[in-house]
């Protein structure tokens, strides 16, 4: 009896061993897997905008937490926010819903993700940076059906995702304008950041939720892009460590929403550090005849200063879209 009792505890010590050994690997290399599932608070309304063919363009923001058993995964223990669009049909059916996610850990590191719903109903989860011990993280996985379905309003929708601190530049910095179809360059006119609301959390790191808007211009008035006489409409937080602290730079994370005359919307990531320029923008997704929309683009800077608090940004994009 003692001899199996002996074998049973060995046994069980390199199972444990190896867990162990997986988890500090992970940690070591920067690199892991995870799943889980958040607790969402309903979408909370910020705005919506009606087309004149029936659709509505509804503006949200969304908090929860995530549950995770991971404890090597940048969402365990995390809190979440979502800023987001969903654009419905005369209907109310969903044409598309895409977001970009906030996680804060306990320590304070952040991480940034965009989602994308698809016709299935699934979600694309696509991390695209993070700070901290996160900087440099990248990683795409799937957020699918509610975990159990609740009487109230409330959702717990289940995730899993890979993830690594791949140190990869912004988009800007890892494409070629030679791998895509079509170009265009412009200008952009935002008016200043409105602030929702700021947070400051105790490692002195302060975040800043804020959205502005604008008009899109490319330099040739028949340009046939997503930025041409378009609309804009960006959400998302601006990023300040403490001062004086090694906590990185200034910088934000934004979500873009550009809206052409014929009622077609791209949304973009955009990414801007201000000690390591220029911003870095990413398309997400689109509707119309941007649907599949795949590409990236870069700000070329200041086009010209003002004395008042609007600005004026050249920019250039590159994109191809899905063969007819």
């Known amino acids: ?14 199972y444990l061993t190896a867990a162990l050994s997986i988890a500090s ?12 599932y ?9 705005r919506a905008k009606k087309f004149k063919d029936g659709k509505t ?5 969304q908090k929860g937490t995530v549950f995770s058993d991971d404890e090597t995964s940048p969402w365990h223990k995390a809190t979440f926010f979502a800023q987001g ?37 699934t979600s694309e989860i696509s991390i695209k940076a993070g700070t901290g011990k996160w900087k440099g993280i990248a990683g795409s996985g799937v957020l699918a059906k509610n975990k159990v379905n609740r009487l109230d309003s409330f959702t717990q ?3 899993s995702f890979d993830w690594e601190l791949a140190n990869l530049p912004p988009a800007a910095g890892r494409n070629k304008p030679e791998d895509y179809q079509f170009h265009d360059s412009g200008l952009s006119f935002h008016g200043p950041h409105i ?15 804020s959205s502005q808007s604008g008009v899109l211009l490319s330099d040739d008035k028949n340009a046939l892009s997503p930025r041409n006489f378009a609309t804009c409409y960006d959400r998302g937080t601006t990023y300040k460590p403490a001062p004086g602290s090694k906590g990185g730079s200034n910088g934000d994370a934004m979500l873009l929403e550009d809206t052409d005359p014929d009622g077609d919307i791209v949304w973009l990531y955009h ?22 929309i795949t590409g990236y683009g870069v700000t070329k800077g200041m086009l010209k200063r003002r004395t008042d608090d609007h600005y004026m940004l050249k920019s250039e994009m590159h994109w191809n879209l899905p063969s007819k």
């Not at 940690?27 to 995870?34: E, I, L, P």
């Not at 958040?38 to 910020?46: G, M, N």
């Not at 669009?85 to 970009?100: M, T």
């Open 271 to 292: 990414e801007w550090w201000y000690s390591n320029p220029p911003g870095s923008y990413e398309f997400i997704g689109g509707t119309g005849k941007w649907k599949g």
């Open 38 to 46: 958040l607790f969402l608070e309903p979408q909370e309304e910020r």
């Open 1 to 14: 009896m003692k001899k199996i009792l002996f074998k049973i505890r060995i046994r069980s010590l390199l």
């Open 25 to 36: 690997y992970q940690q070591c290399n920067g690199a892991g897997k995870d799943a889980g």
């Open 85 to 121: 669009s969903v654009l419905r049909d005369k209907d109310n059916l969903i044409i598309a819903e895409v977001s970009l996610s906030e996680t804060i850990d306990k320590d304070g590191d952040l991480t940034w993700s965009a989602f994308w719903k698809k016709e299935d109903g």
């Open 57 to 61: 363009l509804i503006a949200f923001h």
């Open 195 to 209: 602030y929702d609301f700021s947070k400051e959390l105790k490692n002195g790191v302060t975040l800043l939720v």
């Open 157 to 159: 929708p289940e995730y």
